[in-house]
């Protein structure tokens, strides 16, 4: 997929405004080993219909008081102009062990045929030029610089400094395994107990989300498996299993002091390391 000129005029004034925060949503997607953000029609023409009065300078007078017609317009003059181009999914078909397609797929193939180049609620198009830098984009370059420069000091750093970031590090590392096993322990139960998980959030792991809609929702319900033989002997079997497991790490628990000694050693040979 060819790159376009640099887009110019007050045209460029409205994309940048669709490509603002609180705006059409998007989502990243790699064309033709190339990443690009792409949105969704169907996320377009509802944000026109939210806010027509963007568009109204770029609404031709022959489409009348049709939105369908004005979206059309519009999403054909973005198109004709380089704006965006209409991109499609690499996999037609969801992946081993899914039952849908993903809502945000993260490849895509372009749209060659011109006479597709056209608005439809459920194509995707990507747009063609980068978004203009945010000045939070310098702002994060300055710290991840002065970050690495912190790591490559971190040897010469006072003794009391390294025992802090090391135990900062095994914190945040313990946090999120336990998140994770709790996570899954609660969708275990849930799922041998009524034969649904409950899922705490659900999309955390998705590699087809954001970072923000990974915290989004909070719960979610599995969907209801058939209370059949089999499933119910599969359930019972697990149960059992957790169980087993569950007593076999209770006996075999090391005690406080222990643990205590384990950890201690943990901790110097992460320093002698350094």
Same mark, same amino acid.
């Given at each position: 997929m060819q790159g376009v000129p640099e887009p110019e005029g007050h045209l460029r004034?409205?994309?940048? /405004?669709?490509?603002?925060?609180? $705006? #059409?949503?998007?989502?990243?997607?790699?064309?033709?080993?190339?990443?690009?953000?792409?949105?969704?029609?169907?996320?377009?023409? !509802?944000?026109?219909? %939210?806010?027509?009065?963007?568009?109204?300078?770029?609404? +031709?007078?022959?489409?009348?008081?049709?939105?369908?017609? %004005?979206?059309? /317009?519009i999403t054909e003059l973005l198109v004709?102009?380089?704006?965006?181009?209409?991109?499609?999914? !690499?996999?037609?078909?969801?992946?081993p062990g899914k039952k849908r397609l993903a809502k945000w797929p993260k490849k895509l193939? +372009?749209?060659?045929?011109?006479?597709?180049q056209t608005f439809a609620e459920d194509a995707f198009y990507a747009w063609m030029y980068d978004r203009p830098a945010s000045p939070y984009l310098w702002l994060w370059s300055a710290m991840i610089a002065v970050a690495v420069l912190a790591a490559c000091?971190?040897?010469? $750093? +006072?003794?009391?400094?390294?025992? !802090?970031? #090391?135990?900062l590090s095994m914190g945040l590392l313990i946090t999120l395994v336990g $998140?994770?096993?709790i996570r899954g322990a609660v969708a275990g139960v849930t799922w041998m107990?009524?034969?649904? /998980?409950?899922?705490?959030? +659900?999309?955390?792991?998705?590699e087809e989300v954001g970072i923000k809609e990974a915290f989004w929702p909070l719960y979610a319900m599995g969907e209801a498996e058939p209370s059949t033989i089999t499933n119910?002997?599969?359930r019972v079997g697990f149960a059992l299993l957790a169980a087993g497991v569950s007593w076999l790490l209770y006996a075999n628990a090391p005690d406080k002091g222990e643990?205590?000694? #384990? !950890?201690?050693?943990?901790?110097?040979?992460?320093?002698? $390391?350094?």
């Amino acid at each position: 997929m060819q790159g376009v000129p640099e887009p110019e005029g007050h045209l460029r004034v409205l994309t940048d /405004s669709l490509r603002a925060k609180h $705006a #059409v949503e998007w989502r990243d997607g790699v064309v033709e080993d190339r990443r690009y953000e792409y949105f969704r029609g169907k996320d377009f023409a !509802m944000y026109f219909k %939210q806010h027509p009065e963007k568009f109204s300078s770029w609404i +031709p007078d022959k489409s009348g008081g049709d939105e369908d017609a %004005q979206i059309k /317009s519009i999403t054909e003059l973005l198109v004709r102009k380089g704006f965006i181009r209409r991109v499609d999914r !690499m996999y037609k078909k969801p992946k081993p062990g899914k039952k849908r397609l993903a809502k945000w797929p993260k490849k895509l193939v +372009p749209v060659r045929d011109r006479e597709l180049q056209t608005f439809a609620e459920d194509a995707f198009y990507a747009w063609m030029y980068d978004r203009p830098a945010s000045p939070y984009l310098w702002l994060w370059s300055a710290m991840i610089a002065v970050a690495v420069l912190a790591a490559c000091l971190f040897p010469l $750093a +006072p003794y009391k400094i390294k025992i !802090m970031v #090391v135990y900062l590090s095994m914190g945040l590392l313990i946090t999120l395994v336990g $998140a994770i096993l709790i996570r899954g322990a609660v969708a275990g139960v849930t799922w041998m107990a009524a034969g649904r /998980s409950f899922w705490l959030l +659900p999309n955390v792991l998705s590699e087809e989300v954001g970072i923000k809609e990974a915290f989004w929702p909070l719960y979610a319900m599995g969907e209801a498996e058939p209370s059949t033989i089999t499933n119910i002997a599969l359930r019972v079997g697990f149960a059992l299993l957790a169980a087993g497991v569950s007593w076999l790490l209770y006996a075999n628990a090391p005690d406080k002091g222990e643990f205590e000694d #384990v !950890m201690l050693c943990i901790v110097l040979a992460a320093l002698d $390391a350094n």
